[in-house]
């Protein structure tokens, strides 16, 4: 079973940039696609971006396009998601997630492995 770390949240005022990570316990990570979402205070858990186990392929919600960038090293077993021109709406807690069926979904239910989250808070 792949365990998934996130790390890089924090506080940021609107315009700053974070950088999440996320870690996987396993090797087998580098033939998982790898999913980032976020759940906002009160909502529903929402796509962000996907990546695809090679790195080669990526897609992000219309909201955070042109913003936020999703990238991954395998040989260090960590995805990233760079995050640029931070909103307050970007407020919420990110959590990243492993599909070990390559799906390149977009859809929480397709994924196998989450953690724990890491929050993000950015002030206006």
């Known amino acids: 079973q792949v365990q998934l770390v996130e790390s890089g949240g924090g506080l940021v005022q609107a315009g700053g940039s974070l950088r999440l990570s996320c870690t996987a316990s396993?090797?087998?990570?580098?033939?998982?696609?790898l999913g980032w979402f976020r759940q906002a205070p009160g909502k529903e858990r929402e796509f962000v971006a996907v990546?695809?186990?090679?790195?080669?392929?990526?897609a992000y919600a219309d909201s955070v396009k042109g913003r936020f960038t999703v990238s991954r090293d395998n040989a260090k077993n960590t995805v990233y998601l760079q995050m640029n021109s931070l909103r307050p709406e970007d407020t919420a807690v990110y959590y990243c997630?492993?599909?070990?069926?390559?799906?390149?979904?977009?859809?929480?239910?397709?994924?196998?492995?989450w953690g724990q989250g890491t929050q993000v808070t950015v002030s206006s």
């Open positions: 997630a492993a599909d070990r069926d390559l799906r390149y979904s977009l859809r929480l239910s397709d994924y196998d492995y």
């Open positions: 990546i695809d186990w090679s790195g080669r392929r990526t």
């Open positions: 396993e090797r087998t990570f580098s033939v998982n696609d």
